[in-house]
């Protein structure tokens, strides 16, 4: 079952290009106001000065690490990180290894997950119905599970915030340190980090596949209670622990093979001009296909999960009235799920 | 005329200060008779024949030692100081651990870290003999095993001063430091008089502090032995083990016996003298032998003209060696011990000591002994990036890709370290920039010369996994002299201030990267052909002494040929800032006056009358105001572009807060650069020294941006994952 899900998840994907143009645009609009800041910040800094000459033809690093110095807030995180694969490996590092973002990019962050929660609710109907909602019909979709994906969220968000502030100090941080203090061969303790980070990356993906399923759960079956639909995340994941953790093993390493290929393609600094906007063009398919995994990932599941639950009594009980929950439409027969 | 007369008398003035200097070839030191030995490169007035055992179960050193100490100051003393460096880790209280925490780091050293070193018997003779040689600490190594020192001397007249040892603290009356040892004579020892001094003691060998200490089975043993201070003309100098600071002693010849296990590969300063029990005639160097039964083998190392003696053992070690060979250079044996997951690495370590032996060799003088000992050390073991005579620890990554500059970078540093600090012995606990200054400057030229890897990695997934930025490349000028560090620290501290002052946090920017800044600024002032004279005349006269900072700048004005310490009471005796800058620049249409087409320097207020605005423009008056925004003064130039191509240099000594200079020209300005050529590279602003008509800043910041924002985007995708 986990590649026909997998299958059909991408083609879901595929199917609603409004979903996944709309996710790539808010991505985008949501990183632009602190990029025009940051724009600022660097124009006011090289002002008249011919330092921006060799910025512009290519890295100037005397330029930009005189500007670091004197960078705070946002500006700090002006770093050669940006640059190609590295602004990649950077932001995975920072997430697994537990570093704090400046005050500026957490609330842009957390700006921009309090609107995936709100859109969840619209992506999850769009997919799981497999047919156009129209705006209003998606924006009504988001509205109506946003209070319920919120309040699932503070849960999630209790279980992230143990899992980092708890489980990571002692694994990754107290735990790496007690276990590698005295050893002597560097193999040693890269094995030892790569083990810890398995054990919290198992973790965060368990944490991760529940709430998966449990905001598919809140959608597909119109469920009103958080709780109720954590439990029965946490019973579907129990039932079909093969499949689930197959199908997402198999999303993980599309993931990672998009990873490989950016690695290989992502462009360095060059010069501005024609190449500057090729360079940036490529960058952003890159963010376009890291938002169809995203996506990917969603359908599948989505699509795991209604071809698993083969029984009548799980869809909601009100009659469709649109926006309505897809099982009931598909009971009603509204639209044809394929799946089998 | 009067500029003629001025230049004149500048000339006479130069050249009567070429003569005095260079009439005393050797200026005089802190010890009166520091001349070397006959046959010797050395006074050697400080040498040490000991005898130590590693216990490996214990985690812990018991020796015994003699010292032939020679009084080589000018006055009589009736006492002796040594450094019992491990005692810093002894307690809490201690001055070292006290300035950990005033460093920021706060966290106690765990139950099993602590080191220590107690000396349970001292006594002092004066040795009969007068014939030179040196009772049991011989002048030639010997391959026989010595058993004990003092051979052929009779075993009478030593005076037991065991009770009689007491702590003390010159720098700054801690009595819970126990890192100064101080002992009262019941005579007085008169200058060039030589006394003997047997010790014994047992030490605590530490968990890794300060680059000493154990790692499971990996040692690496400094600053280990009851060690003399340096008894100058002023006085003893014996300073506390400082957080900051390092280590300061005599020359002298060290025959040492170390003890260990029989697994053990052991390294150590100087070179092999024999092994005990001796391995088979056909055992060829290198190669680790095990043919014996015995549980502990005794490695005999020798040393002549050092000032210090590290060692290091561990069951791991690859240990390869490899010639040293340029023409008009000594050769010298390379060894290096090499972590097994390093293997492979050989070839950089071995390329970067011999770049290093080269070029050093070629500027300053030769490496004047013939073995050179490279350790690379364990994981967790804190010991990398350490200067040792004739042995240094490098430092090296499981993953080190061949582009980014390390292990070379502190290969070259360290090697360099065996001219900056094993020759030239300065004192690194007064002026640690005399030899990490000087040498991060002379390191960061070698890297450049010898064309080592040069591109920016960055580290992740706690720091294991290297990803290398190819579009960011090192630039020796700024990187490898470390101006990032400088320029947020520069007011940190004055240079001059003794370093074991120095705030501990930021001591590290004022000693190695402030002096390379400014060493380099020397040389982009004077020319490389005349600072490179003023270093290599420098290493010649101080060799196998004891320079002051003093003697450092006598040596740079006597070949420059003129008297630069206004450039050092800026760099050296102030921690005011340089930043020179354009304060403004404009190029606007006026009509010129047909005498007017010249480059003036005006005041402010005549700038209006330089032109007559009445009639169709024909030109273009072009102002430029420079700053000296900074304390500190430089001469600096000042070149103005035109759109024709036209360039105008003017050379301003830089004294004023600012200078104006306008110019009536038929064509527009295009940009103003002060100090195009960068010399000094102190200044902590360089952006602030240009300014453009044409402006990049739009394009460039936008290309920036939207690097930044691709980032930022990932970022959010990243944290994605959570919902």
């Known amino acids: ?340 | 005329m009067h500029g003629v007369m001025l230049r004149s008398k500048a000339a006479a003035a130069a050249l009567l200060l070429v003569g005095l200097v260079g009439v005393e070839a050797r200026q005089a030191g802190v010890q009166r008779f520091d001349r070397p030995q006959p046959g010797a490169r050395s006074p050697r007035n400080a040498n040490y024949d000991i005898d130590v055992t590693l216990d490996h179960a214990a985690r812990s050193l018991t020796g015994r030692e003699t010292i032939r100490w020679r009084n080589i100051s000018a006055n009589p003393t009736s006492e002796l100081q040594f450094h019992l460096y491990w005692n810093a880790w002894r307690n809490l209280d201690s001055t070292w651990l006290r300035e950990r925490r005033l460093a920021g780091d706060s966290t106690p050293p765990r139950a099993d870290a602590w080191g220590s070193i107690d000396v349970t018997r001292l006594r002092v003779r004066r040795p009969a003999r007068t014939d030179g040689s040196f009772g049991g600490i011989r002048t030639n190594p010997s391959f026989a095993v010595q058993t004990e020192g003092l051979n052929g001397e009779s075993n009478t007249g030593w005076i037991d001063l065991t009770s009689e040892q007491r702590f003390l603290a010159p720098d700054d009356g801690n009595a819970e430091d126990r890192t100064v040892m101080g002992v009262p004579l019941p005579f007085a020892v008169q200058p060039q008089e030589t006394l003997d001094v047997e010790l014994a003691w047992t030490g605590k060998i530490p968990r890794p502090f300060a680059r000493t200490g154990y790692v499971d089975d990996y040692y690496f043993i400094a600053q280990w032995f009851p060690k003399l201070g340096v008894l100058e003309d002023r006085g003893w100098n014996t300073h506390q083990f400082h957080r900051v600071t390092e280590f300061y002693s005599d020359y002298g010849v060290y025959d040492v016996r170390i003890t260990a296990p029989r697994e053990f590969v052991v390294g150590a300063t100087g070179c092999r003298a024999s092994l005990t029990p001796e391995p088979p005639v056909a055992c060829a160097e290198g190669i680790v032998w095990l043919g014996n039964n015995y549980p502990q083998n005794t490695h005999r190392y020798w040393a002549a003209d050092v000032h210090d003696f590290a060692w290091t053992a561990s069951t791991r070690f690859i240990d390869v060696r490899r010639m040293f060979e340029h023409p008009g250079l000594p050769r010298v044996e390379m060894r290096l011990l090499l972590q097994p997951e390093h293997a492979g690495q050989e070839t950089r370590h071995f390329d970067a000591t011999a770049a290093t032996l080269r070029y050093y060799g070629e500027w300053f003088g030769p490496y004047p002994y013939n073995h050179i000992t490279i350790v690379d050390p364990a994981f967790q073991s804190g010991s990398g990036g350490m200067e040792y005579p004739t042995l240094f620890t490098a430092g090296s990554r499981l993953i080190a890709p061949s582009r980014v500059p390390q292990p070379e970078s502190v290969t070259i540093h360290e090697a360099g370290h065996q001219f900056w600090y094993g020759i030239v012995g300065s004192n690194e606990f007064e002026h640690a920039w005399m030899d990490e200054g000087l040498n991060t400057f002379s390191t960061a030229r070698v890297i450049d010369e010898a064309g080592s890897p040069d591109r920016l990695a960055l580290r992740f997934f706690g720091g294991f996994i290297p990803w290398v930025i190819e579009d960011v490349r090192l630039s020796r000028a700024t990187d490898g002299n470390r101006l990032t560090g400088y320029r947020d620290n520069a007011e940190a501290d004055v240079q001059a201030t003794p370093t074991f002052r120095y705030w501990p946090g930021t001591a590290t920017f004022i000693t190695y990267n402030k002096t390379a800044l400014w060493l380099h600024t020397l040389e982009r002032h004077l020319g490389w052909p005349v600072l490179q004279r003023i270093m290599s005349t420098y290493f010649d006269r101080w060799k196998f002494r004891h320079p002051q900072p003093a003697d450092f700048f006598a040596v740079v004005s006597e070949v420059a040929g003129r008297d630069m310490s206004w450039f050092f009471d800026e760099a050296y005796r102030s921690s005011n800032v340089f930043d020179y800058g354009v304060q403004s620049f404009t190029s606007t249409r006026v009509r010129l006056k047909p005498d007017t087409t010249s480059e003036v320097r005006l005041t402010p207020d005549a700038v209006q009358s330089a032109s007559e605005g009445t009639k169709e423009p024909n030109g273009y008056r072009t102002v430029v105001v420079v700053r000296r925004f900074g304390e500190a003064v430089f001469p600096v130039d000042v070149v103005t572009t035109f759109r024709d191509g036209a360039r105008v240099t003017e050379r301003w000594d830089g004294r004023d807060r600012r200078i104006i200079y306008t110019y009536n020209r038929p064509s527009e300005g295009l940009s103003v650069e002060v100090d195009p050529e960068r010399v000094l590279l102190l200044d902590v602003n360089y952006t602030n020294n240009s300014a453009t008509l044409e402006l990049r800043a739009g394009d460039a910041s936008l290309k920036w941006s939207l690097k930044w924002l691709v980032w930022l985007q990932d970022l959010m995708l990243t944290y994605a994952f959570f919902v």
């Open chain 1, 1 to 340: 079952m986990t590649v026909p899900a997998w299958r059909d998840g991408l083609r879901r994907v595929f199917r609603a290009p409004a979903v996944v143009a709309g996710v790539f645009a808010f991505t985008l609009f949501a990183a632009l106001p602190l990029a025009l800041a940051l724009r600022g910040a660097l124009e006011a800094h090289m002002g008249r000065s011919l330092m921006a000459d060799a910025a512009a033809e290519a890295v100037n690093y005397d330029w930009w690490q005189e500007f670091a110095s004197q960078a705070s807030g946002l500006a700090t995180t002006f770093s050669p990180a940006i640059v190609g694969f590295a602004a990649t490996l950077d932001n995975l590092s920072s997430v697994l290894d537990a570093e704090p973002e400046v005050l500026p990019i957490t609330a842009a962050l957390a700006a921009y997950l309090v609107a995936w929660t709100f859109l969840s609710g619209g992506i999850l109907d769009r997919l799981a119905r497999q047919r156009p909602t129209r705006t209003f019909g998606f924006f009504g979709a988001s509205g109506v599970f946003f209070w319920r994906f919120l309040r699932l969220s503070v849960i999630a968000g209790l279980v992230y915030w143990f899992l980092f502030s708890y489980v990571h100090a002692w694994l990754l941080d107290e735990g790496f340190r007690r276990l590698t203090r005295d050893v002597a061969v560097e193999r040693d303790a890269f094995l030892w980090r790569i083990a810890l980070y398995m054990v919290f990356g198992a973790c965060l993906v368990a944490a991760n596949i529940t709430f998966d399923y449990a905001r598919i759960r809140l959608v597909v079956e119109d469920r009103r209670s958080a709780l109720g639909a954590l439990r029965a995340a946490l019973r579907f994941v129990g039932r079909h622990p093969r499949t689930v953790i197959g199908l997402y093993a198999l999303n993980a390493l599309v993931f990672f093979v998009l990873l490989g290929v950016w690695s290989l393609v992502a462009p360095g600094a060059g010069p501005v001009g024609g190449l500057m906007w090729v360079g940036f063009a490529v960058a952003q398919l890159y963010v376009l296909a890291r938002i169809v995994v995203k996506l990917q990932f969603i359908a599948s599941q989505t699509a795991l999960f209604q071809a698993s639950m083969a029984h009548a009594a799980y869809t909601a009980a009100p009659a469709p009235v649109w926006p309505e929950s897809p099982a009931v439409e598909a009971i009603a027969g509204v639209s044809s799920t394929t799946l089998r």
